[in-house]
């Protein structure tokens, strides 16, 4: 947030604060100016700001620059109105400087990383014509301020997940291709198993909860959520709604397309053409994949890889290949086209 002095002589002139969201739920930038007389105030400033997730030549977060204060010598006549007037273009602009994480962990202490370059498209203000001629079919896509789910994602924060869905039960999966399955309470998931992954585990001993929601329990949150506008002719929706702790992800595999948005943390994806079968092993999880497999693959034959933020969406074609990688404690839902 900044404030300028600016120019003038007597009363205070304007205040004008301007508040803008990049996503209603990923990084956001607040700027607020107040033009007043520079003898009143002496040249104020206060500065708050947060880099946007896919700014830059980074695809990645940046940390919140410090916050700072500074007032030149003017005079001190009227500084009680510049403080007044900073108080208001605060009120009006709250800070948002640190990532929002609605009480999950929003963990790095598994030294998992966001990929050097994001090699997946990023785009903002796409238009339907757009998405259909150039990725609809043919390549994925990280779509931004498609949607506005701040509603959804305040509704989705960990306390008032678990007071309004703790005693339901849930069906948990393994990560693998076998996909095992056990059912529990959803706070006995969140208060036992939502933990960081082992990195020595094997698929079948990671229990993940991804899809198999009970639609009619869970409907009352789903109607608040906002899926991306843009459809395929001939298909229907399906959500899967899923909490994962860092380090957990699913291995390779395919099937029809969709969408998938984070609500909070970050997912990292890795994706190949149908046409290119990725080596793995069925029952090794994503992390086991990174660090063994990866590292020796050739340039070549490297996926498409990218961390989406929260706020952000993935679109994946029909039978690509895609493994995903959660390097926070992520809430995310992905909408199926069948």
Same mark, same amino acid.
């Given at each position: ?190 208060? %036992?198993?939502?933990? *960081?992954?082992?990195?020595?585990? &094997? @698929?079948?001993?990671?229990? #993940?909860? =991804? $899809? ?10 789903? %109607?608040?959520?906002? *899926?991306?506008?843009?459809?395929? &002719? @001939?298909?229907?929706?399906? #959500?899967? =709604? $899923? ?21 909070? @943390? ?73």
């Amino acid at each position: 947030m900044e404030t300028h002095g600016n120019g003038g002589s007597g009363a205070a002139e304007s205040v004008v604060a301007r508040c803008l969201a990049r996503s209603p739920l990923g990084g956001v930038v607040f700027t607020a100016k107040a033009t007043m007389p520079r003898g009143e105030c002496g040249g104020a400033s206060i500065r708050r700001s947060r880099a946007l997730p896919g700014a830059g030549a980074s695809p990645g977060l940046r940390q919140p620059s410090e916050g700072s204060l500074s007032m030149g010598p003017g005079r001190g006549r009227g500084r009680g109105m510049c403080f007044l007037l900073l108080a208001l273009v605060v009120l009006a602009c709250p800070e948002r400087g640190t990532p929002v994480s609605g009480g999950w962990e929003l963990s790095g202490h598994l030294g998992l990383e966001e990929e050097e370059k994001c090699t997946v498209d990023r785009r903002a203000n796409l238009t339907y014509a757009e998405f259909i001629h150039q990725y609809a079919f043919s390549k994925p896509v990280i779509l931004q301020r498609l949607t506005n789910n701040t509603l959804f994602q305040d509704l989705c924060s960990k306390e008032k997940l678990l007071a309004e869905f703790g005693d339901f039960r849930i069906r948990l999966s393994t990560a693998n291709t076998y996909s095992y399955q056990k059912d529990l309470s959803f706070q006995d998931y969140v208060e %036992q198993l939502l933990q *960081p992954q082992d990195p020595n585990s &094997l @698929g079948n001993d990671t229990l #993940y909860f =991804f $899809g198999d929601n009970n639609f009619t329990e869970w409907g009352r949150l789903f %109607q608040h959520y906002s *899926p991306p506008p843009f459809r395929l &002719l @001939g298909t229907t929706e399906a #959500y899967s =709604f $899923g909490i994962a702790g860092a380090g957990s992800g699913v291995p390779f595999h395919w099937h029809g397309p969709g969408y998938s948005e984070v609500i909070f @943390g970050r997912k990292r994806w890795f994706l190949y053409p149908p046409e290119k079968t990725p080596d793995f092993h069925p029952n090794k999880t994503t992390l086991a994949w990174l660090r063994d497999t990866y590292p020796a693959l050739p340039i070549t034959e490297r996926p498409l890889q990218c961390t989406v933020q929260a706020g952000e969406v993935l679109y994946f074609p029909d039978r690509w290949w895609h493994a995903t990688l959660n390097l926070d404690t992520s809430v995310f839902i992905s909408t199926f086209l069948g």
